[in-house]
T-cell receptor
Framework: AQSVAQPEDQVNVAEGNPLTVKCTYSVSGNPYLFWYVQYPNRGLQFLLKYITGDNLVKGSYGFEAEFNKSQTSFHLKKPSALVSDSALYFC????????????FGGGTRVLVKP | NAGVTQTPKFQVLKTGQSMTLQCAQD?????MYWYRQDPGMGLRLIYY???????DKGEVPNGYNVSRLNKREFSLRLESAAPSQTSVYFC??????????????FGDGTRLSIL
């Protein structure tokens, strides 16, 4: 069965420092991978996706993610975090056999301190 | 520029009461979804509709029913609410883009408490 894990419930980082949010997945095929962000009392917003091709994917708000097939990981990164990046981040995976259904990780809360 | 609209935003029910959560999208998307969000568990798919006239169960369908009223609207019904259904409910929609892999667009959620 497909699954996705976000091993950290919370990540704390100082403003201006690099931010990394981890995501790993289990696979029985070629996955499509997504990152979403959720601000308080709002729905999820799409950040970026990996389908195929270049392992480094660039997305909205200066975020990027690196697909690593051997480690089955898709970590989200930002070179210099902003206080406004404080939010809940979700990794999600879709497998071709599952249509367009997504499986979400449990979420990682990011707190960027001034 | 509404996107996905959910009503109501908040609701408190008593155990055993029924309720319908409404969702409408104005992006002409074919696919629509209902999720529930619980702390530490991410989002779990309740039901989805790949296109108008079709619905299928997701990961946690028990205690819920859905209706795809037309292309725009997808409602979620709780026939007899239980405290375990206290959650935040999200509706989403999607449509193929150039890659054929569709990001989902989410509403702002309905916060439902069942006493």
């Amino acid at each position: 069965a497909q699954s996705v894990a976000q091993p950290e419930d919370q990540v704390n980082v100082a403003e201006g420092n690099p931010l990394t949010v981890k995501c790993t997945y289990s696979v029985s095929g070629n996955p499509y991978l997504f990152w979403y962000v959720q601000y308080p009392n709002r729905g999820l917003q799409f950040l970026l996706k990996y389908i195929t091709g270049d392992n480094l994917v660039k997305g909205s708000y200066g975020f990027e993610a690196e697909f690593n097939k051997s480690q089955t990981s898709f970590h989200l990164k930002k070179p210099s975090a902003l206080v406004s990046d404080s939010a809940l981040y979700f990794c999600a995976v879709r497998f071709k056999a599952a249509g367009n259904k997504l499986t979400f990780g449990g979420g990682t809360r990011v707190l960027v301190k001034p | 520029n509404a996107g996905v609209t959910q009503t109501p935003k908040f609701q408190v029910l008593k155990t055993g009461q029924s309720m319908t959560l409404q969702c409408a999208q104005d992006m002409n998307h074919n696919s629509m979804y209902w999720y529930r969000q619980d702390p530490g568990m991410g989002l779990r798919l309740i039901y989805y509709s790949a296109s108008e006239g079709t619905t299928d169960k997701g990961e946690v369908p028990n205690g819920y029913n859905v209706s795809r009223l037309n292309k725009r609207e997808f409602s979620l019904r709780l026939e007899s609410a239980a405290p375990s259904q206290t959650s935040v409910y999200f509706c989403a929609s999607s449509e193929p883009d150039g890659t054929g892999v569709q990001p989902q667009h989410f509403g702002d959620g309905t916060r439902l408490s069942i006493l």
